[in-house]
């Protein structure tokens, strides 16, 4: 089977989603993708995919909706998806791909189609309300154009669900490392420490995970850890003396850190399927997530960590865990055994060849009906 991607957002989670897809699924993948040269090169994107993997580059996609760039870029898009011989199926990434994707499937004829938004973009808490009713829209219009939505988590699926669309889910999935060393006991004066990791960015909602910070800045004994960069402006907003921020880490680093944490806390606002706390459970670690979409699909409570509403709640929640190792540990074990039966990208991948395997069938039984 060939498999073309479509993709304006070439990096962070969504770029690291298609490069699972295109390691761990049996097709011919091509990979037609923007670029955000703020966040990463494309060049440095691309040099993480397997061999074989074809790249093109959709030189007009961009993030914001700018109608005359956007008519430019779908102009593009459908001279690219024209020059691709034998297209099994063509899947869509992140909101900006979906509709001009499915606009150009939609102008070509093209029916074998799947749409994963990977966060949806009327969940957005940092845009207006009439911005939202906005996005709801199109998602509307280009569900009727071509295609079908499978979202990357059930509460994902159930924001579509809300406003009309009709989908299905394959969680995201990550590669599971090897298992971590059972932690030891507690050593006097060894800090309790909180761990996040990703783009300091509005949506991981750095006030909140400050204010949280805040409340035990007179406590030595635990501290917080940010690993990742973002902008000045955001960055600031981490001030609280009791916070580290690590910039970006090699993966290996990343491992090693958030490994040697006590537990792992996101304040995002809103999230697809977050891989970064895939990672985190993947690693036996106690999760502490905001109750959002995406987060929420990550959590148990009581059976691998807990959800929050407010900073009072999480403080209160980590204060409960410093006193209650044992059940920490036995949090730790459950979020490993959790990760292993439904997370594993060899799990996730099956799913997809099946989906791939299927819309590519309707589209030869299409073909020969025709003829």
């Known amino acids: 089977m060939k498999v073309v991607h479509v993709v304006e957002c070439f990096a962070a989670g969504t770029a690291h989603f298609i490069n699972l897809l295109t390691q761990y699924t049996s097709c011919e993948h091509v990979v037609i993708h923007g670029e955000r040269a703020d966040e990463t090169s494309a060049e440095t994107v691309k040099a993480k995919f397997p061999q074989g993997v074809k790249f093109i ?8 909706i700018k109608p005359g760039q956007d008519v430019k870029a779908l102009t593009e898009l459908i001279r690219i998806l024209k020059e691709i011989p034998r297209i099994d199926v063509v899947h869509l990434h ?14 070509l004829g093209i029916k074998q189609v799947i749409y994963t ?77 909180i761990v996040t990791c990703g783009r300091i960015t509005e949506q991981k909602n750095p006030t909140l995970f400050n204010q949280i910070a805040s409340s035990f800045i007179h406590q030595q004994e635990v501290k917080f850890v940010w690993i990742g960069e973002g902008e000045r402006e955001q960055r600031s907003v981490l001030n609280a003396a009791n916070i580290s921020i690590t910039g970006w880490l090699p993966k290996e680093e990343v491992e090693k850190t958030v490994s040697a944490a006590d537990l792992y806390l996101s304040t995002s606002l809103w999230e697809g399927l977050p891989f970064s706390v895939l990672e985190a459970l993947s690693l036996g670690k106690c999760l502490l997530l905001s109750d ?65 395997a299927e819309i590519a069938g309707k589209s030869i039984v299409q073909h020969l009906q025709a003829l």
């Not at 580059?57 to 914001?64: D, I, K, P, S």
């Not at 709640?313 to 055994?337: D, F, G, P």
């Open 94 to 107: 992140s909101s900006k791909a979906g509709f001009l994707g499915r606009a150009a499937c939609f102008l």
């Open 117 to 193: 938004p990977n966060g949806a973009p009327f969940a957005r808490a940092d845009v207006s309300p009439k911005k939202k009713s906005l996005y709801i829209l199109l998602e509307k219009l280009a569900n009727k154009l071509s295609g079908q939505v499978v979202c990357c988590s059930p509460s994902e699926a159930l924001s579509y669900e809300s406003i009309g669309i009709r989908t299905s889910f394959i969680n995201n999935g990550t590669v599971l490392p090897a298992i971590p060393a059972p932690k030891t006991l507690v050593e006097p004066g060894e800090p309790f420490t």
């Open 292 to 356: 959002c979409v995406g987060n929420k699909d990550l959590v148990k409570n009581d059976y691998n960590g807990f959800s929050f509403i407010s900073a009072e709640e999480a403080v209160s929640k980590i204060k409960w865990l410093m006193q209650n190792r044992e059940t920490l540990h036995q949090m730790e074990k459950n979020s490993r055994e959790w990760s292993e039966k439904v997370y594993d990208i060899k799990v996730v991948s099956r799913q997809y060849q099946q989906l791939y």
């Open 57 to 64: 580059h959709w030189h007009h996609a961009q993030r914001e």
